[in-house]
């Protein structure tokens, strides 16, 4: 489907600029004409999840309100046919499962994942239809020129004014008459009032509102100097993780969907290997105390976060037991389903807790105020050549632990080098682009994803076989606790030999990474 859209610069409203674009066609060479149809008058409440992923796939998913009715509309890149369904209800959130089955939800859900489909913007569009005819009285292209709102939330006290947007034209082809199309768009192309739209109706909407098209921030790209002093980018590093903690806060509080927590404890993860590996940029009495909040956040966070992947991962564990099995296992997700709701109410508690906001102030003060002499002896030390000495004494430590794993070793042996791991990808993502060329930090990365794969895997085994067999007490008393008992057997088994599987593909993984000599860095 052939298409083009423009904004316009024009004054009058949609039904004058469409008559002023079917004069400029009708004057044309070929004998064509226009019908202007009645003006349509639609709102539509945009959808995308908090970190704009549809945005990011061109897709727009809004729900259309029209004459009473609500339908889901889902729109492509230029070409595509729009994918249509009927909202029952409006939430606020949609959830992959929450939409109905089909075509829509199928194209959503490859994209989406299991992140929420949130009300992103309010746009009322009044539409004036107009039809280009052929010499023959049939419709060759389709245009539609619009006049556009952003709705303000508020109440209906408040009663916000409407913000008006660009209006827009666009330019629809029919099928069989690309020529004719091509003439059309040429005239309205002329008109000295339309530009090409270079920004979207929904990323116009957003900015008008005072939100970010590009939605909330999930990762920290800050440009370094590398002759910057350490304790100074070391810091800007942690102000924009910090940023991203606070705005994940809400989403995490309102339980929207589970990555919400995943990404604040990723920042909080990412902040803390900061500190950590960088410690001689900072006061060390400061930074132990800082490092002390950071853990004490993670600890707060971390049950619901553990009980989320169980939860998430469930159909995979049920897909391990046998098919006649399966069912048995329903109390042990019903009893995991409590607990994951009984952490989350303490979570939510102590992150609006008094204790908690002391000890986020004094995070914010601590990384406002800028290095001076009181700092560690690192502080004045160019960031490029300490990023570069961490860098090469961590990968030293993960290979030299990593080559000492064998068969035997305990999960904590296996958990710390994994910890050392993340830790070493999470310096070359926050410092390694702004220091040295892409060619040298992405297989570096690489590297470390691949060894991060097994180890996450082994560890994440290992938490799900704790959790499981912690349930045994209070399942064994619950009805079909005994079969779900039975069936829990099976699925341990299966995860057990998962994660020797995981552990015996360790050492070819760490070998990958150990011939990335980081004294390679340029």
Sequence with gaps: MLRRSYVSAAEGDARARAVGLADRVRDGRSPLDADIGER?????????????????????????????????????????????????????????????????TERLAAVVGVRALLPLVEVRREDVPVSVLDGEAKTVVRLVV?????????????????????????????LGYRRRFAEVDSAVRGEPHLASG??????????????????????????????????????RVLRGLADVVEAQVPGTLDDLDSEFLHDLRIAVRRSRSVLRQMKRAFDPVARRQQADSLRWIQAVTGPTRDLDVQLLDWDELVAMVPADRRTALGPAHALLVEQRNAAL?????????????????AWRLFLAVDPGGNDGPDASTPIRKLARRRFTALSARIVRDGRA??????????????????????LFELFGPSLWPASEVKPRVSALKGLQDVLGRYHDRHVQLDQLRALAPELANRP????????????????ESDQRRAQAGVAERLEAFARLDPRGLT
């Excluded at 796939?57 to 890149?77: C, K, M, N, Q, R």
């Excluded at 939510?348 to 986020?360: C, D, G, N, V």
């Excluded at 079909?480 to 008992?485: I, S, Y």
């Design 40 to 104: 349509e008058v639609t709102t539509r409440v945009v959808l995308d999840t908090a970190d704009r992923r549809l945005r990011a796939a061109e897709l727009d998913l809004a729900i259309e309100t029209h004459e009473g009715s609500a339908t889901f509309v889902l729109d492509g890149p230029p070409g595509a046919r729009p994918l249509r369904a009927a909202c029952a209800r409006q939430r606020r959130r949609y959830l992959v499962d929450d939409l109905p089955k089909g075509g829509l």
């Design 146 to 174: 619009s006049d556009l709102w952003a709705l303000p939330k508020g109440s209906p006290k408040d009663s916000p004014e409407p913000l008006p947007l660009q209006g827009r034209v666009e330019v629809t082809g029919v």
């Design 198 to 235: 270079t920004t979207t109706v929904v990323d116009e909407a957003v900015t008008a509102l005072g939100g970010s098209p590009h939605g909330l921030p999930r990762q920290v790209r800050v440009d370094l100097d590398g002759d910057e002093p350490a304790g100074a980018a070391a810091r």
């Design 345 to 361: 109410r303490t979570m939510k508690a102590t992150l609006r807790s008094a204790e908690h906001r002391r000890r986020w102030t």
């Design 405 to 426: 794993l064998t068969a035997d070793s305990p999960p904590e042996a296996l958990h710390e080098v994994r910890k050392r791991g993340k830790e070493l990808r999470f």
């Design 480 to 495: 079909g606790g005994p079969d779900a008992l039975l069936a829990m057997g099976s699925l341990i088994d299966r995860l």
